[in-house]
């Protein structure tokens, strides 16, 4: 059995657009379920909240998320969390295709282009407050 590490975001009422996004972005198949499907909403207002939403890419890639219900407070934005899309040659166009996705929604940190170690490199902040980290090898694996 192979062990697979997963980002999972935590959003403050947007995630269901947040994901809808990224779902424009990486294709696959999206699936949420809110608090009120769970039987878990105990405030009333986050019964239209995703407890949960799991988004499975083209290419393996999986992402998951949620609201941060009413009793848990505000999950703030950005926070000490990115996350890295990275591969080789071969995959070029793809990631340069996520990478302008992405940054259509938000701002550019750092622009993708050759870094000092010799990969193509670039970081932005999307329309949601994470970060992504995007990294094209400049030799195959």
Not at 45 to 58: F, Y
Request: glycine content about 14%; charged content about 15%.
């Amino acid at each position: 059995m192979m062990v697979t590490l997963n980002p999972y975001v935590n959003f403050a009422g947007n995630a269901r657009q947040a994901l809808e996004f990224y779902h424009s972005v990486f294709g696959g198949e999206l699936t949420t379920s809110t608090f009120a499907e769970f039987g878990q909403a105990d405030d009333p207002a986050d019964a239209d909240k995703l407890m949960h939403g799991q988004l499975e890419g083209d290419g393996g890639i999986v992402l998951m998320g949620a609201d941060t219900p009413s009793s848990m407070g505000d999950p703030g934005t950005g926070g000490p969390i990115s996350i890295s899309l990275s591969g080789g040659p071969d995959d070029d166009a793809v990631l340069r295709g996520y990478w302008e996705k992405l940054l259509a929604s938000g701002s550019e940190i750092v622009p993708l282009e050759v870094a000092p170690w010799g990969d193509a490199f670039g970081m932005c902040t999307d329309g949601y407050g994470v970060t992504w980290l995007v990294n094209i090898s400049a030799n195959a694996a």
